[in-house]
């Protein structure tokens, strides 16, 4: 039996949907034991079908590392907490992404070996199906180039086992494909990525969804804004759209007929589907799910969590480093 | 009378848009003399109209910087050293990034007081109309703090100067909008900017070109992926929104009634009419044009470097640092 802790507070959209979302899986998959930590009142509808553990703070969204530690009582570090006592193989959060990467790697320290901890997300690409991941997307502000190396081979393990990607491409994130090119710690792990037999040398940011590359690695600092430029523009060509649907009679029409093309699309990119991101290098499975969570995204993202714990990720990890 | 060399050879597209590019401007403009750098025989619809230089080699687009420095017979090459001998009072290149960043680097140096040269480049907003100036977006690789604040006065002046915004908002590329967010590199820069009355603080990447922003300052390996992932990814929907319209006839009816609508959206993402990018803090105006630049693309950036020239752009970085 695997066994999963979800953090049901934090979410934009309240725990509602995350009950939905654990009701869901657990109707899908009998392999799996849900512990929901969380507002016990909100959980009613889990009693019988989970283990339910009444931790009833929310830790703000802009909280800081010092200030989860000090919230004993919260959902989140009782969520963690339950990864570190051993009571559960993995944890899924859609509450503060800094509270959560900062309670999960000091509380759970990094796998014997691994430097740094990185938070990693498959992104989808222009080929329809395939993702691409990424790291370190956001859980540390700078990486030496020892790190990048080590991101290229949790990168490819990843790929490997959860995507089921054989012989995965690995990308440095670079200002240009020639060898000589990148930021000076970039040009640094490049050397040292020249030993990974998956290395397949620098990408520029305008092709890393092109489909080409399986793994994309980079620092966090850089990997944040690529995550956070990637969907700005996203964004703000969402609504240009919806606004040029929205004219007129005739341009509502024209909506009418290629609805279910801008559907595909929006699938196509709904980061959702992918299950979150997960931070790879600590000692145990932390799956963090977007802050406006629905219920089918908390279906995946306690899915990719099972995948990881089935996988044994952690252990091949070790072996790798 | 303002003078400006054109370097007609190196896009991706010939000659020949840029000679019209050229025609068109100098139409609807008596005070600018242009200087036409190329092969003699693709100008000759310019004779009479232009000054002709015949330099007929072409930079390759991957062209390091000493390679184009070797090629004095390079249309490039010639370009810039028509700045650098007086001769015209601004340079404007569809060529090669690189070799036009560095050979004017190298050619031109920097104003005195400016550590480095910034790649600054207008970014359309949300807001129609209404322009975000970003640099460094890849003059160079790393930058230091100390140049992060000189960015800040140079962006300043642009927008100030260039884009008609009276007292423009600048911001710092970061992580998270907190002061204590960004890299090592950023974290500092903070500091100093800190003096800089126009300093609004921190801006993440999906809200870079939210309108709320003038200038933007980040180093040019980061404000490289920032251009880079944003043009990825509007290319990547734009894709998918064609898509969508191809299925059937249905659909394609309902093209023909937002396709007004669509064509305004991409007005709006046009980075060919707002005149390319420009190299600041060297002596002298230099404006590069995308590589696939036409004739609109080319008219808008010699009317860019004319309003450069014309603000004398160069002055006021000196007395600014």
């Known amino acids: 039996m695997i ?13 509602k949907d995350i009950v939905s979302g654990i009701l869901d899986f657990l109707k899908d998959h009998d392999d799996v034991e ?10 009613t509808r889990l009693e019988g079908k989970c283990v339910i553990v009444d931790a009833p703070d929310i830790v703000p969204m802009e909280a800081g590392p010092l200030e989860v530690m000090r919230m004993k009582n919260s959902s989140m570090y009782q969520t963690v907490m339950l990864a570190k006592e051993g009571k559960v193989d993995a944890v899924v959060s859609s509450g503060s992404t800094g509270g959560f990467l900062s309670s999960s790697t000091l509380l759970l320290k ?17 080929i329809k199906g395939h993702y691409v991941v990424i790291l370190d997307i956001g859980a540390s502000n700078e990486n030496s180039p020892e790190e990048l190396k080590q991101f290229a081979l949790m990168g490819a393990l990843y790929s490997e086992h959860i995507l089921g990607i054989k012989d995965p ?4 994130l670079s200002n240009g494909t020639e060898p000589a090119k990148g930021s000076p710690v970039g040009k640094q792990a490049y050397k040292l990525l020249m030993s990974n037999p998956h290395f397949k040398g620098n990408i520029e940011a305008r092709n890393a969804l092109s489909g080409e590359a399986d793994v994309i690695v980079t620092d966090g600092f850089t990997g944040n804004v690529f995550l956070k430029s990637s969907e700005g ?8 759209i919806k606004n040029a649907f929205k004219k007129n009679l005739w341009t509502m029409l024209g909506y009418l007929h290629v609805r279910k093309g801008i559907k595909e699309m929006s699938d196509t990119m709904d980061y959702k589907s992918t299950g979150g991101a997960m931070l790879l290098g600590v000692n145990g499975v932390v799956v963090k799910v977007h802050g406006n969570a629905d219920a089918w995204s908390m279906y995946c ?11 044994d990720i952690r252990t091949k990890i070790k072996e790798g480093i």
Chains 1, 2 share one sequence.
């Open 233 to 240: 523009m996203a964004k703000m060509m969402a609504g240009f």
């Open 301 to 311: 993202a306690i899915n990719v969590a099972r995948k990881l714990v089935k996988s």
């Open 169 to 172: 491409k690995v990308y440095l």
């Open 3 to 15: 066994r999963i802790a979800v953090d049901t507070l934090g979410s934009d959209n309240g725990s």
């Open 34 to 43: 849900i512990y929901a930590v969380g507002k016990k009142e909100e959980l």
């Open 110 to 126: 990094t796998i014997p070996g691994v430097n740094r901890a990185a938070f990693i997300a498959p992104f989808p690409t222009k």
